[in-house]
């Protein structure tokens, strides 16, 4: 399967602890994005790497969230002090580098319920 | 103002009947358009992409582009209950550094085919 592909597909933690998500991109694609999406809600930007770089990072991106692309192939978005505002379904997208109109394919995504 | 409206739902037509999904966005300078289906618990799945003013054409979809009037829509024709699920409009509102795109989703919207 070359798809997007996320671990966790489900996390449960206890309000306070760290979590880590992971998502590999489509092996071929050089932009990679996160987005959170709550019950009944669209998905919402929160960050965007190209290549290892972190170009932009939404405002809901608050100081417990960082995210990394350290070799521009997988990348990490982890969550410290979870709070149960937190609880949400994590998903990681990923588009080709070629042209400005490109699809954004997305992975399983990540459940994160704090308890 | 959102950004990108759609009616919630849900909408239900008949199997073999004409689905139409409609979506409004507010920025004139969007240029790429988006629909992703999304079953219950799932994430987003792209099934149409448009660019241009007018009509495109997959399979028993058709996605329709009025710039003018910045409204967008997805016609599903034959419609089958697999086809169930809530479908989310997503428009690049930002070109973000390096050439990604920002997507906004609108909430979505839950089309139910019954049998």
């Known amino acids: 399967d070359t798809g997007v592909s996320q671990d966790p597909r489900h996390k449960i933690t206890k309000r306070g602890q760290n979590v880590t998500f992971r998502c590999d991109p489509i092996s071929e694609h050089n932009r990679l994005y996160w987005y959170r999406q709550t019950l009944g809600q669209g998905p919402e930007f929160l960050t965007y790497f190209q290549n290892e770089a972190q170009l932009e990072k939404s405002r809901l991106l608050s100081d417990r969230f960082s995210a990394e692309r350290p070799k521009g192939s997988f990348s990490t978005l982890e969550i410290q002090r979870t709070e149960q505002g937190d609880s949400a379904m994590y998903l990681c997208?990923?588009?080709?580098?070629?042209?400005?109109?490109?699809?954004?394919?997305f992975g399983q995504g990540t459940r994160l319920t704090v308890v | 103002q959102k950004e990108v409206e759609q009616n919630s739902g849900p909408l239900s037509v008949p199997e073999g009947a004409i689905a139409s999904l409609n979506c409004t966005y507010s920025d004139r300078v969007s240029q790429s358009f988006f629909w992703y289906r999304q079953y219950s618990g799932k994430s987003p799945e792209l099934i149409m992409s448009i660019y241009s003013n007018g009509d495109k054409e997959d399979g028993r979809f058709t996605a329709q582009l009025n710039k003018a009037s910045q409204y967008v829509s997805l016609l599903i024709r034959d419609s089958q209950p697999s086809d169930s699920a809530t479908y989310l409009c997503?428009?690049?509102?930002?070109?973000?550094?390096?050439?990604?795109?920002?997507?906004?989703f609108g909430t979505g919207t839950q089309l139910k085919v019954e049998l």
């Open positions: 997503a428009v690049n509102t930002r070109r973000l550094t390096g050439g990604g795109n920002k997507l906004t």
């Open positions: 997208a990923s588009s080709p580098p070629s042209g400005s109109n490109t699809e954004a394919f």
